[in-house]
């Protein structure tokens, strides 16, 4: 079938809960993907960042392709070869005493949460279900009942409710207001470094040092949300990293996997993570042995190929010079490492048309909160690469 017949097909049958761009993928490799036709597109959106590895790296297919002729699948009623080695490695990747694994990056958002009320009532005394988050408007934290709850996105949250209680919002970069917020019953402070989904929103220099110092005074957890910051997308490990912080709890997923298979996971302090008790909490395919094995290759492939000093290098160079193309409806580039959100004012008429007009030229990027290019390719990319990218960028804007 050719693509017209496909995207008709998923039209008839699947639930309109998505408006990807009209292309049909049917192969990828590196930093390239191939429509049904054969077209040859490069992929600057990486998966929302689960492809930081690239699409098919060779040396994670390869550790899945062994273990699917080993062992997939065994649950958490028994222990299985895999699980304790990769518990192991993300410690020690990620600088956390203790990890609890899971598939998707909204089951890790969801773990940190319970995670944090539970220490709250059973460490600091906070009376039983009076304990609050306190979250950041404009965040994206995935879209489970409870993670729609503290969204400020209406579309997010029409038609979805009751909602789930106990959180707080303030708004995002305000370090200030985060001291405001906090009373006896805070469990919690529940950040992205950058809120990627919100248009990649940067916060001020300074703000995650700031927010670590008031929840430290307050005996608060700092719970930092690295789902799509993390591995190398902002040139460092963790986006945390920049201001040297050490967050208590960190929400990890997407490029875990490799862009192979899902694996998340709930990593921090074992004084937080170490209070749940068999029964609690849990999942029939966490800590799978497939999970594992691709996210230790994949860890590696992070650690061995240097890719946060790729995106450090590779992403201040591209966003200097996205900035220094000349167009009167671009209000701002903003981004860090090869993380990074051109928005257009509302004049432009919205950013998906740009995104199609760059898809027709072989460049597939994604419009987040109508007005923001995102941009966001494999870490592996290379200089004349993202040459040809910013080509197309520039066409396209002097053409529309």
């Given at each position: ?51 930081n590895q690239g699409h098919g790296h060779p040396r994670i297919v390869e550790a899945a392709r062994r273990q699917l002729g080993r062992l997939t699948l065994t649950s958490r009623a ?283 030229r072989g460049l597939l990027c994604k419009e987040t909160h109508d007005n923001v290019i995102r941009f966001a390719p494999p870490l592996i990319i290379e200089p004349e690469q993202l ?14």
């Amino acid at each position: 079938m050719d693509s017209n017949e496909l995207m008709e097909m998923a039209d008839r049958y699947g639930a309109h809960n998505y408006k990807p761009l009209p292309v049909v993928i049917d192969r990828a490799e590196g930093v390239y993907m191939f429509d049904c036709e054969g077209k040859r597109y490069l992929d600057f959106l990486a998966c929302y960042s689960a492809l930081n590895q690239g699409h098919g790296h060779p040396r994670i297919v390869e550790a899945a392709r062994r273990q699917l002729g080993r062992l997939t699948l065994t649950s958490r009623a028994f222990h299985n070869a895999e699980m304790g080695p990769f518990l192991k490695e993300i410690c020690e990747y990620t600088g956390a005493e203790m990890a609890l694994p899971m598939n998707t990056g909204a089951e890790a958002v969801e773990t940190v949460i319970k995670a944090a009320r539970k220490w709250a009532y059973r460490i600091k005394g906070v009376p039983r279900d009076q304990a609050e988050i306190v979250v950041c408007a404009d965040n994206f934290h995935g879209r489970t009942v409870t993670a729609v709850s503290f969204s400020t996105e209406t579309l997010y949250r029409e038609d979805f409710g009751p909602y789930t209680p106990g959180f707080k919002v303030i708004p995002f970069g305000d370090a200030g207001a985060l001291e405001d917020a906090i009373t006896s019953c805070t469990a919690a402070f529940l950040v992205e470094p950058i809120q990627g989904e919100a248009g990649v929103n940067i916060p001020p220099d300074g703000y995650l040092a700031a927010v670590r110092e008031i929840t430290r005074s307050h005996d608060v957890l700092l719970i930092a949300d690295e789902i799509q910051t993390g591995f190398g997308r902002t040139g460092r490990r963790f986006c945390c990293d920049h201001e040297g912080v050490k967050p208590d709890l960190m929400s990890l997923g997407k490029a875990l996997g490799g862009g192979v298979y899902p694996v998340s996971a709930a990593v921090g302090r074992a004084d937080v993570l170490g209070l749940f008790r068999p029964g609690e909490h849990g999942s029939t395919f966490g800590g799978n042995p497939l999970a594992c094995a691709v996210a230790r290759e994949s860890l590696k492939v992070l650690e061995e190929e240097r890719l946060h000093e790729r995106s450090a290098t590779l992403g201040a160079a591209f966003l200097e010079a996205l900035r220094a193309v000349p167009h009167p409806l671009v209000k701002e580039v903003r981004g860090r490492g090869l993380f990074i959100g051109m928005e257009l004012l509302p004049e432009a008429g919205g950013a998906r048309r740009y995104c199609e007009a760059l898809m027709e030229r072989g460049l597939l990027c994604k419009e987040t909160h109508d007005n923001v290019i995102r941009f966001a390719p494999p870490l592996i990319i290379e200089p004349e690469q993202l040459d040809w990218a910013l080509d197309q960028v520039r066409d396209v804007l002097s053409e529309i």
